[in-house]
């Protein structure tokens, strides 16, 4: 399968560049398919595992049980991105520390969790068993213990604007919200260029760093940290 998935794509890219005197465009079509195939070959150390270009990015992770393959979070690769973007002798910054990307992950399964927990909560009182059957009490508790933790994160958010619309702006335009923001990236995968979009922006530089700025800051204040004005 991986050998056919290469195959497939080398001829691909040995297609569009053999045409590229033809048409430009094919160019950055051909560099496309390559960064597809980079991004679904499997990292050193899992060579085994298959190329899938439909499966997206992954991402190694050294866990103490031993390393595993696993989607890369949005946090994750806009950080991979913005080191291809990064020219220049000096160091490179990640636009999102580690923190920051464990706190988006664990958000995201916690809600992912809470939902799915939710679902079979309401599957359990609809064929009637919400008597409390063997370690329902339990199941319960860790429902709304979720529920609790989640009410918390969002409370550390926020309820402000990440992107507010000026008077005299273009039409179209939408404010974003805090929690907005952090659940598009969080929760739905959506980079910032897509979430600007969503609300009728254009996804230029200086919104685009006011959004992983904000992203930032509010992942930080989830963490628990407590921001001084100005920072």
Not at 97 to 119: F, K, N, W
Not at 166 to 174: D, L, V
Request: aromatic residues 4%; contains cysteine; glycine residues 12%.
């Amino acid at each position: 399968m991986r050998e056919e998935a290469t195959a497939f794509l080398d001829a691909g890219i040995a297609w569009l560049e053999g045409e590229q005197a033809r048409d430009q465009k094919c160019s950055a079509e051909a560099a496309r398919l390559r960064q597809i195939l980079t991004q679904a070959t499997p990292p050193e150390g899992m060579q085994a595992a298959p190329v899938a270009p439909a499966r997206g990015i992954m991402q190694r992770v050294n866990d103490a049980a031993g390393p595993y393959w696993r989607g890369a979070d949005q946090l994750s690769v806009m950080c991979r991105q913005a080191r291809a973007r990064h020219k220049g002798d000096a160091p490179f910054v990640a636009p999102f520390t580690p923190g920051q990307i464990a706190m988006a992950r664990h958000y995201q399964t916690l809600v992912e969790q809470h939902d799915s927990a939710g679902m079979k909560c309401a599957s359990v009182e609809a064929r009637g068993g919400g008597g409390g059957g063997s370690g329902q009490g339990g199941f319960i508790e860790a429902l709304l213990r979720d529920r609790e933790e989640i009410r918390s994160l969002h409370q550390r958010i926020g309820d402000g604007f990440a992107l507010q619309v000026r008077r005299g702006a273009g039409s179209g335009r939408r404010p974003i919200t805090l929690r907005r923001l952090v659940d598009a990236v969080c929760l739905e995968d959506q980079d910032v260029t897509a979430v600007l979009r969503a609300h009728g922006w254009a996804a230029k530089g200086e919104a685009r760093e006011a959004l992983r700025a904000a992203l930032s800051e509010a992942l930080d204040r989830m963490q628990g940290y407590r921001l001084k004005k100005g920072d």
